[in-house]
């Protein structure tokens, strides 16, 4: 097989804040597999879960460049075998992600079926994406709340806390969006800004405002807390930062009601559906979350959406030159197409 890279500039209609900065943009990597004339598509994104750590699509396009030659002896369908150089190699997640995914579309493609029926899932069962308001003033949050249903039908919003002004202008933000909104469900991801103090402080309060459940409200690396939030907390209490894998399900589970799980930090969507049957193992609920992702690989995470409780693939809503078409909007949901694979398309912006 033959693998290709191809980097892409996106760029975002709204800015968004979150406790460890803001973007504005992002470059990604655009990967293609080809063999036996059929090409497979998947998406690099760079992230960090870190304020102080980073990459980005230069360093990942280095590290996927060395590998190449490796991978181009396998055949797309020897996807163990192939993983196993991924992990062996310490591949960055994103990158094994991008090479799994474009492993999966080349599959669908070759036996002529969306990945979605390939699988034997119901895509009905898919439930409304929430919509993500940044860390802003309230009068800011105010408007974004406004613009997005402008844009759309949006069923949930998705409100980042932990803001840099500390707990109060985290209250204050939120009061705004109930008295603007009193009747949309709110979700609440503080990107790990809290310490134990103002986590128990806050979900006590935030119970008080229509939220369903409160997003790694600690920080990483403050993971021996959860026992105490978990007792304590009136709220579901969801790990993302803390939970790249399948393994980390198992140490975190006693202390968690849900999962985020990204494709990007999972490493493709054969280690996402590790961590789908792990979960449910463990009685946990499960929501999908993105990056900067692109239609590209918010499409992909859709194929595996009939089984997710909460779905946070908003990022392609907020793009305004994505240069793919996939799953469509319907009434707040991602609706996935019949197309073979992933059922994603180049439109070039």
């Not at 693998?3 to 900065?21: D, E």
């Not at 759309?152 to 008295?179: F, Q, Y």
């Not at 792990?278 to 089984?307: E, F, R, V, W």
Request: with cysteine; charged share 20%; proline share 5%.
């Amino acid at each position: 097989m033959r693998l290709t890279i191809q980097p892409f500039t996106v760029h975002k209609r709204f800015p968004l804040t979150i406790s460890r900065g803001t973007t504005a943009q992002t470059t990604n990597l655009w990967l293609k597999i080809e063999s036996d004339g059929i090409e497979g598509w998947g998406e690099a994104s760079p992230f960090s879960v870190i304020k102080e750590t980073s990459t980005n699509s230069e360093i990942l396009q280095q590290e996927l460049t060395e590998i190449i030659p490796i991978l181009e002896r396998f055949s797309p369908l020897d996807r163990q075998e192939i993983e196993n150089v991924l992990i062996e190699s310490n591949l960055n997640s994103s990158l094994r992600a991008a090479i799994d995914t474009a492993l999966y579309d080349w599959l669908g493609k070759k036996v002529n079926l969306p990945l979605w029926k390939l699988w034997g899932l119901n895509r009905d069962k898919i439930v409304p994406t929430s919509v993500t308001i940044g860390i802003s003033s309230p009068e800011k949050a105010v408007e974004r709340v406004r613009n997005w249903l402008n844009f759309m039908d949006a069923k949930v919003l998705k409100i980042k806390l932990g803001s840099t002004d500390g707990i109060e202008a985290d209250k204050a933000m939120i009061l705004a969006i109930r008295e603007a909104t009193p009747h949309i469900p709110l979700t609440v991801d503080a990107n790990g800004g809290w310490n134990l103090k103002d986590a128990i402080y806050m979900i006590d309060w935030l119970v008080t405002q229509n939220v369903r459940y409160i997003e790694q409200p600690l920080n990483v690396g403050d993971e021996g807390n959860l026992p105490q939030l978990y007792q304590r907390s009136p709220l579901p209490i969801f790990a993302d930062e803390s939970c790249f894998n399948s393994e980390d399900i198992i140490k975190l589970s006693p202390y968690i009601h849900g999962i985020n799980i990204k494709l990007m930090k999972a490493g493709g969507l054969t280690e996402v559906m590790r961590m789908i049957a792990i979960a449910k193992a463990c009685k946990l609920q499960i929501m999908y979350g993105c990056y900067s992702d692109s239609i590209l690989a918010n499409t992909a995470m859709c194929h595996l959406a009939p089984y997710a409780d909460y779905l946070d693939l908003d990022s392609h809503l907020n793009l305004i030159d994505d240069p793919f078409d996939g799953v469509t909007l319907e009434e707040g949901k991602l609706m996935l197409n019949n197309l073979p694979g992933l059922g994603v398309n180049y439109c070039g912006y």
